[in-house]
Structure formats: structure tokens, C-alpha cells
């Protein structure tokens, strides 16, 4: 059964998101709760598939930015919608450089463009849990996200990377065991469609996992033709 936390401390803003849950998936399981304190220990009790949570709650301005740190600690991967009357233009970035999924700002959106958004939260999170359960565990030591909202993690270990390096190592991963030329890279880097600045960004991926894993060597130089995603643990036990 999918079971929503709705954490809102306006009861009529709380109950409409509910209501508007309850009208896109019927048989949904909708936990309201009003405070920080109270979600808190839902959160650290509950199985949540989707959290939607308020920036500020009572007179504690940023308790949603508590809580997003709570879940990302206890349930890494459940899915946080934020939904705050707090300008979109200044709050998304911040909220997702916490890893929450999206962000709506209240009284600019419509109840088709809610749904909208939680639907699909709620479908990418339910495909990225089949393909986990259907991996056995030694294949998934990288895990990537759809969505680009998460950094990606290696052997559970969170990699620090920006979004362009992110997208070239999705293609490296994608395609493990074949040449990657730099043409083909070039197709993901926005600017600087170039030999060099793809040498770069690969060297930043390095970095960032050689900072949880010192022995990385899941990246191969080919020279004069690109990279190929070598499989590390193979390496390894060779």
C-alpha cells in the first residue's frame, strides 16, 4: 500500500493536499501531521513512499529543512516534494541542493499541475525501487537517478558531482564496456563541446569517487578514441 506524509501546519492548505493525493491515486494512505516534532517521529517510524512537506512550520522557518535532513539520513531515496509559499526563483535551487525531488510554490499552481507532479514523483520512485530489487546487490555498487535530483551513490557512499559530470558518467555507466567516443560526450556536455573540457569532467568523476573509494579504477582512458566504465570489482578480483 503507498502511504503519503502531508506535513503542513495550515489545516485548509494541508487538507486540499491531501484531497487532491487521495483524487489522483484513490487508495492512496495520507498521514497529516501539523509540526516539526510530530513528523519527525513519523518519519523516523514510517515507511513513506513520498513525503510533501512545508518549508516553514509554526514559528520555526526552516523545520522543513530539518526534516529533508532527517529523511535523507534515515530513508535515503524517499522522494520530498516541497510545497511553501517561499519564492520558487530563490528556494528550488536551495531545495534541491538537499535532494528534495521538486518544489511548488503556493497559490501559483492548479490542482492538475499538483497531480501532475506527484504522480510522476511517485512513478519514477516506484520504478527506481523495481530495478534496485531486481539488481542483485554486487551489480548495483552505482546507483544513478532518473531524475538527476540526487547525487549519484557508490557502494552506498554519496559522489559529489555536478550535472554535466553526472550526465557523462551516466553514459560511461550505460554503455560499461564499450569505448565512449568524444563526439558521443559531446552530445552531453552543454558547452565547451570539446576534447579538453571532457578530460576535465572526467577527471572531476574520478575525483569525486576516489574521495569514498581510493582504489577507483572504474574509468579507462582509450586513447586518441575516448573512455569505456570498466567494471571495478572485476578488476579487482582479477
Known amino acids: 500500500m503507498t502511504r503519503v506524509a502531508v506535513i503542513e501546519d495550515d489545516l485548509p492548505t494541508s487538507n486540499q493536499l491531501a ?6 491515486r484513490p487508495g492512496i494512505t ?16 514510517e515507511p513513506y513512499d ?6 516553514e512550520l509554526g514559528r520555526e522557518r526552516h523545520a522543513g529543512v530539518a526534516l529533508i535532513n532527517a529523511i535523507n539520513k534515515r530513508s535515503a531515496g524517499v522522494p520530498v516534494l516541497v510545497v511553501s509559499a517561499m519564492p520558487a526563483a530563490i528556494y528550488r535551487s536551495i531545495m534541491k541542493a538537499l535532494d528534495a ?17 506527484f504522480l510522476e514523483i511517485l512513478r519514477v520512485a516506484r520504478e527506481r525501487r523495481a530495478r534496485q530489487e ?9 546507483a544513478l537517478d532518473p531524475l538527476w535530483q540526487r547525487t549519484p551513490t557508490w557502494r552506498g557512499e554519496r559522489i559529489n558531482l555536478p550535472l554535466t559530470a553526472q550526465r557523462i558518467l551516466a553514459t560511461l555507466y550505460q554503455r560499461a564496456g564499450e569505448v565512449v567516443s ?15 573540457n571532457v578530460r576535465k569532467h572526467v577527471s572531476t568523476i574520478r575525483d569525486a569517487f576516489r574521495e569514498v573509494d581510493p582504489g577507483f579504477e572504474g574509468i579507462e582512458n582509450v586513447p586518441m578514441r575516448g573512455f569505456r566504465w570498466a567494471e571495478p570489482t572485476a578488476k579487482r578480483r582479477a
Do not use: C, H, M
Not at 136 to 141: D, M, S, V
Not at 182 to 196: I, P
Open 19 to 24: 484531497g487532491w493525493i487521495r483524487a489522483a
Open 30 to 45: 495520507v498521514d497529516q501531521w501539523f509540526d516539526r516534532d510530530s513528523a519527525e517521529a513519523a518519519l523516523a517510524r
Open 50 to 55: 513520498v513525503v510533501l512537506l512545508d518549508i
Open 101 to 117: 525531488w521538486d518544489y511548488l510554490q503556493k497559490t501559483t499552481f492548479e490542482e492538475a499541475d499538483f497531480s501532475e507532479t
Open 134 to 142: 531486481a539488481v542483485p546487490a554486487a551489480a548495483g555498487e552505482l
Open 182 to 196: 568524444y563526439e558521443e560526450l559531446f552530445e552531453v556536455v552543454k558547452s565547451g563541446r570539446n576534447r579538453d
